[in-house]
């Protein structure tokens, strides 16, 4: 079990590729695992529960003095909520930690993706968070958008470029689902980091060409929501959607079955989901969304497991084919 009130180890035992690692040619050093700061801002239909904005406060408090050194938040997150109460956990805090890295992104705003739209995102995002130059900012979601709009002199992309070449923002990525979308994004050339969410996980790998692509131009990787919305992280809950949409029935009866094997070994398939992303080659660092305090322990446990060859073997066997991962149906 992890000691959250010992000094940070930047080589926690366990994790594959070490606990701290170079985000790609950023310069930027990220946590094997982030924060995903979502439900900080109380998002219970989402999440399931609704979080005060005391306890949210606290528990970025805690993290800031956790092996976790990385967060991630977006502008949109409950209206701001999230990165506002980032903003106050840091204050409490007493400041953010120089090896910290608190990572946003830019939002549309009542279907406004434009270039002004981009720049008062960043301005929001610096008062809530506390920031004045924000080291990372990704363009978020933009398969929801016309991407010649988006992608138009002085439009959304450009505008994102220029905030990085004034210096109010250090660097610019890419975060999005769609794999064929941000295909499409990462070849202009302009990201350095690209954030991928449900599609490279125990049961989808639908971003893996993106993802080497990435690697092929030196873009760096985050890896989010590797427990595909909640299956894979409760696989005998009854859920039933993966991805935030149903889940077609060999996705199911492939999570019902690799919880079975991970059962056999003595683990559990959160873990698994999880410790899998850990060990991904070309993923910086993992997010995990959650807002309890006692999360922080469990999921740097987690993260540091060392699970046997053979049950990555055996889940591996069990993976749906292709046709049914998000991007082909």
Known sequence: MVDLGTTIDPDLDGAPGGWMRPLGRTGL?????????????SMPENF?????????????DQVLHSPIRTIDTANGYSGGASERRIGLGIARAGGLPDDVLVVTKVDARDGDYSGARVRASV???????????????????????????????GGAVDTLVALRDEGVVEHIGLAGG???????????????????????TLVDRGAESLVARAAETDVAVVNAAVFGGGILAAPRSGRTDYGYRPAPPATRAAIT?????????????????LAASVREPAVASTIVGFSRPERIATT??????????????????LRPAPEHWLDAR
Do not use: K
Not at 29 to 41: E, F, I, N
Not at 178 to 195: K, N
Not at 257 to 273: E, F, S
């Open 29 to 41: 050093t990220v946590s094997a695992v982030t924060l995903g700061a979502a439900p900080l801002g």
């Open 48 to 60: 399931g529960h609704a979080v005060e904005e005391d306890d949210a406060v606290a528990l970025v």
């Open 123 to 153: 301005r929001e995002s610096q008062e809530r968070l506390g920031i004045d130059r924000l080291p990372l900012v990704h363009l978020h979601d933009p398969e929801f958008h016309d991407l010649d709009a988006m992608t138009a002199p």
């Open 178 to 200: 769609d794999v064929h979308v941000m295909r499409r994004y990462l070849d202009l050339g302009v990201f350095e980091v690209l954030l991928v969410h449900n599609r490279l």
């Open 257 to 273: 079955a690799m919880a079975d094997v991970c059962d056999r070994y003595g683990t559990d398939l959160a873990t698994a989901a």
């Open 300 to 317: 740097v446990d987690a993260a540091t497991t060392d699970l046997p060859d053979d049950l990555w073997v055996e889940l591996a066997a």
